[in-house]
T-cell receptor
Framework: DSGVTQTPKHLITATGQRVTLRCSPR?????VYWYQQSLDQGLQFLIQ???????AKGNILERFSAQQFPDLHSELNLSSLELGDSALYFC?????????????FGPGTRLTVL | DAKTTQPTSMDCAEGRAANLPCNHS???????VYWYRQIHSQGPQYIIH???NNETNEMASLIITEDRKSSTLILPHATLRDTAVYYC?????????????FGAGTILRVKS
């Protein structure tokens, strides 16, 4: 158990819908990262927040947005869902913003878009 | 960030050492070598990282060549639970923010 929690574990929805994935970082970690893992694209970085501030951005679609709240939990919002958005979404956390400290990954949310 | 090259897959007998190579010939002086692994659909797990010197922790050892163009992750006594995809990542320390860029990794199969 990494100490990072993600809810829900599974999510099934229809095309065009909007969903929110939630992540609670390990106690004491200020940085949160979101990754997407699909069969054809592999593990891809989406976005990073540190203490509420966006710090790094990957190839995150405009239909996707994220935020980190004052209590440090983070939410990833996916809208106008398409079939290709079906994937495992992982959240990770670390103490600092820089990368020379390990990232601890949560168990993931499996999103299925029908 | 430097590109890394890993074999697609490897097999290892249970109880033997698993040696996973990684090539990072274009690595720059401030880039660290990180290893993570992912056991079937679970979240990736940090294993070890290093800059120049060899490193060891309770999970593994990391051997980095003197020219830093390649490295080897060693699992000293592989068990069936070590079957996973292993990712080698070369990355500099971005104090402001950074990201892990995962390649295809090496599928390690530990067999009894």
């Amino acid at each position: 158990d990494s100490g990072v929690t993600q809810t829900p574990k599974h999510l099934i929805t229809a095309t065009g819908q909007r969903v929110t994935l939630r992540c609670s970082p390990r106690s004491g970690d200020l940085s949160v990262y979101w990754y997407q893992q699909s069969l054809d694209q592999g593990l891809q970085f989406l976005i990073q927040y540190y203490n509420g501030e966006e710090r790094a951005k990957g190839n995150i679609l405009e239909r996707f947005s994220a935020q980190q709240f004052p209590d440090l939990h983070s939410e990833l919002n996916l809208s106008s869902l398409e079939l290709g958005d079906s994937a495992l979404y992982f959240c990770a956390s670390s103490v600092r913003a820089g990368v020379v400290n390990e990232q601890f990954f949560g168990p993931g949310t499996r999103l299925t878009v029908l | 960030d430097a590109k890394t090259t890993q074999p697609t897959s490897m097999d290892c007998a249970e109880g033997r050492a698993a040696n996973l190579p990684c090539n990072h010939s274009t690595i720059s002086g401030n880039e660290y070598v990180y290893w993570y692994r992912q056991i079937h659909s679970q979240g990736p797990q940090y294993i070890i990282h290093g800059l120049k010197n060899n490193e060891t922790n309770e999970m593994a050892s990391l051997i980095i060549t003197e020219d830093r163009k390649s490295s080897t992750l060693i699992l000293p006594h592989a068990t069936l639970r070590d079957t996973a995809v292993y990712y080698c990542i070369a990355l500099s320390d971005g104090e402001y923010g950074n990201k892990l860029v995962f390649g295809a990794g090496t599928i390690l199969r530990v067999k009894s």
